[in-house]
Every structure is written in C-alpha cells, then in structure tokens.
C-alpha cells in the first residue's frame, strides 16, 4: 500500500496570520484608545494650556492694581468653558472632553497663586504649564487644533473595520490550523474535508503551481456536478527542500493517479514540431 502523504500548514502561513492578526489587533487598540479617551484627553489639555495662557495674559494686565488676594480670589471666579467655534457652521459648540470633566471647569488653583504667576516670565513660557500636567499626573500634550466629534466618531469607524479583520485574520489562522491536505494510493483529502477517488477527478489545473505553489481540481459529484478544489501548496506543506518538499511530492502523487484533463502551460520545447511545408 502507497504510503500516506500527508501536508500540514506551514510556519510560513501561520507566522504570516499571526503577524496580520497583530497588526490589525495593535490598530485597534490604537483606534479605540484615540476615539474613547485620547483625542477627549488632548482636547482637555487644548483648553488648559489656553486657559493658561489667557491667564498669563490677564495677569500681566492686573498684577499691577491687585493684591495677591485681590487676584486669587479673581482667579477663583475663572472658568473654562470647552467650546470652540466649528469651522464649516461658524457656530460655537462643545469641545468632547472626558467623562467627568466638570464643565464649566474653574481654573487650576495654581493660576490663583500671585507668586507663581509672577515668577513664570522668569522661568520660561510654558514652566508653570507643565508643572502643572507634571502635578496632575497628565501625560499628553497640547495639540495644535481641537479634534472635533466628527474626528472621535472616525476613529470608532476605523476601529470597528480594524476589529472586523482581526476577527477574520483569527478565524482564518484557527481554520487553517485544523486542516490538512493528504494524498494516498487511493484517494485525495482536499483541505475542506472529505475523500475524493482519484476517478472522481475530472480537470487538474497546474497553471499556477510553478509560480504560486496554487493548484485546483474539480472533482465529480454524485448528483452529476462538479465541485472546485483548492490545492495550496504554499499553506499545506510547503516547497523547502530540507523538508523534502513535500506538496510536491503530493502534486506528483496526484498527477501519478489522475487520468481526466490536465490543464499547464506549454513551453516553446514542449510543442509540437510544424510539418514541413511541400516545396520548401
């Protein structure tokens, strides 16, 4: 009895799904962070790197005619109110900013202490600024236009595609996993299941196996039909040579037992000679 030929999938197909499962997984963590904190949190610092520079301003304005109580308790009455003007309906609307966020939002205390309004020209544009996001634990910088809602609800979009794919790229690794191709002295076993009696097999196309390792077959159906079967050598098996190659050794196998019509690419040695014309 013909020994079984039997052809698993490669580190090559499972290496390459799982780095297209990691990709499309990283992008969507990416996407999903932006459009459920990151942008909102960008936002946040938008307005309070605003809010501090408004303040310098006003400061540098009233420090001369308040006393550092007059101007603490000025600052204390100081809001932030999160809104922007949109640029396509010139109207004023919300700025998204995170879950919690008090709006009106008071300005930070530290924008009511007199001293430090008054050291931050000495210290450097944006010290007190960033002493202050250093304090409050915050990690992200100022970006230099708002992200509007429509921009939030964008990053839902592409995390939603990106979570679709990496679905697929985690069905088709589990899929392929599970499968093999075989080939024996009786029968060929296709990747989707199921013997197939080499009389069964009625056309063999190979133009494609040289150059892709892809090959298909169409195999009889009881009811008189015929059924498409794909031969992926590239995923089953594989062409390395210090593995013996073995879906070449399958195809061999089946094209050693097949006896339908064989469909390949003819090279210019392989045709046949043109009979001479009479005369020549």
């Known amino acids: 009895m013909t020994d079984r030929i039997v052809c698993k ?8 799904a ?4 990691l990709m499309f997984g990283i992008f969507s963590v990416l996407f999903f962070r932006d459009g459920k904190w990151g942008y909102r ?3 946040l610092v938008y307005h309070l790197s605003k809010a501090f520079e408004q303040a310098k301003n006003e400061f ?3 420090k001369d005619q308040m006393t550092p109580v007059d101007w603490r308790a000025y600052a204390a009455k100081r809001t932030i109110d999160f809104t922007h003007i949109d640029k396509e309906s010139k109207q004023v609307i919300a700025t998204p900013v995170p879950e919690g966020t008090p709006v009106p939002m008071p300005w930070p205390e530290i924008l009511g202490d007199y001293e430090a309004m008054k050291a931050a020209p000495d210290q450097g544009q944006d010290k007190l600024f960033n002493d202050y996001l250093l304090q409050t634990n915050i990690k992200k910088e100022a970006p230099e236009e708002l992200f509007t809602l429509r921009k939030i609800n964008e990053q839902w979009v592409v995390f939603w595609f990106c979570l679709v794919l990496v679905l697929g790229a985690l069905f088709m690794l589990l899929r392929t996993m599970g499968r093999k191709i075989a080939i024996d002295g009786e029968a060929f076993y296709p990747a989707s299941g199921g013997k197939v009696p080499f009389a069964d097999l009625a056309r063999l196309d190979l133009r494609k196996w040289e ?7 169409w195999a009889k159906t009881p009811s008189g039909g015929e ?3 794909r031969i ?3 995923t089953y098996g594989g062409f390395k040579k210090e593995d013996g190659e073995p879906a070449e050794q399958l195809m061999r196998r089946l094209k050693e037992n097949f006896s339908g019509e064989l469909i390949e690419y003819v090279t210019e040695s392989e045709e046949p000679a043109k009979p001479a014309v ?3």
Do not use: I, V, Y
């Open 211 to 217: 150059t892709k390792g892809l090959a298909f077959t």
């Open 278 to 280: 009479p005369g020549s």
């Open 60 to 62: 540098k304005e009233k």
């Open 232 to 234: 992926d050598g590239l």
């Open 41 to 43: 949190e960008q936002n």
């Open 18 to 21: 799982a780095a297209m499962l």
């Open 9 to 16: 999938p490669t580190p090559w197909f499972l290496l390459r």
């Open 227 to 229: 059924r498409k079967l």
